[in-house]
T-cell receptor, first 116, second 115 residues
Framework: AQKITQTQPGMFVQEKEAVTLDCTYDTSDPSYGLFWYKQPSSGEMIFLIYQGSYDQQNATEGRYSLNFQKARKSANLVISASQLGDSAMYFCAMRLSNFGNEKLTFGTGTRLTIIP | DADVTQTPRNRITKTGKRIMLECSQTKGHDRMYWYRQDPGLGLRLIYYSFDVKDINKGEISDGYSVSRQAQAKFSLSLESAIPNQTALYFC??????????????FGEGSRLTVL
């Protein structure tokens, strides 16, 4: 069974600094996808970024990038030039790619607080 | 209007009561899911459905049941609510496409409190 681990329950970062949120995963399947979601205090789940296991390059979406290290089974989220609006819970998730097994497994989350 | 709509958004009930949380979607997705979120535990899968005739248990299905009334509707029931079912519940949808991400699209959440 697949597992996602986020070891940082909370982080405090100064505004405008870069921040890395850690995520490691465990699966024996060769084909999978990795996701990051943001949950602001309002509660909604916002999709940020996706990385496929066969993607050759690290995914990027604006200020978000995913540092994908396949051999180490890590998929860390990097937020550049943090902003106050980045304060939120962040969840890492994984999905297997075989048909009929596409449900997402989530980590326990990291609460990021940006300090002015 | 939201693509994935959950009702009610907030509910307070008493132990032993039957509760239904409803979810409807306009995205045309086949796959629908119910997750619950608890502080420190992240999101855990309760049930999921890949089409109208397909219902599957997730990792924490005990005490819950679901019904897929149509492609667009997926409801979650607590037959006899207990306090440890107090949580934030999310409905989500996805559409598996070859080469696609399989990203989940979430509803706004239903906050349930069982006294």
């Amino acid at each position: 069974a697949q597992k996602i681990t986020q070891t940082q329950p909370g982080m405090f970062v100064q505004e405008k600094e870069a921040v890395t949120l850690d995520c490691t995963y465990d699966t024996s399947d060769p084909s999978y996808g990795l996701f990051w979601y943001k949950q602001p205090s309002s509660g909604e789940m916002i999709f940020l970024i996706y990385q496929g296991s066969y993607d050759q390059q690290n995914a990027t979406e604006g200020r978000y990038s995913l540092n994908f290290q396949k051999a180490r089974k890590s998929a860390n989220l990097v937020i550049s030039a943090s902003q106050l609006g980045d304060s939120a819970m962040y969840f890492c998730a994984m999905r297997l790619s075989n048909f009929g097994n596409e449900k997402l497994t989530f980590g326990t989350g990291t609460r990021l607080t940006i300090i002015p | 209007d939201a693509d994935v709509t959950q009702t009610p958004r907030n509910r307070i009930t008493k132990t032993g009561k039957r509760i239904m949380l409803e979810c409807s979607q306009t995205k045309g997705h086949d796959r629908m899911y119910w997750y619950r979120q608890d502080p420190g535990l992240g999101l855990r899968l309760i049930y999921y459905s890949f089409d109208v005739k397909d219902i599957n248990k997730g990792e924490i299905s005990d005490g819950y049941s679901v019904s897929r009334q149509a492609q667009a509707k997926f409801s979650l029931s607590l037959e006899s609510a207990i306090p440890n079912q107090t949580a934030l519940y999310f409905c989500a949808t996805s559409d598996f496409l070859a080469g696609g991400t399989g990203e989940l699209f979430f509803g706004e959440g239903s906050r349930l409190t069982v006294l």
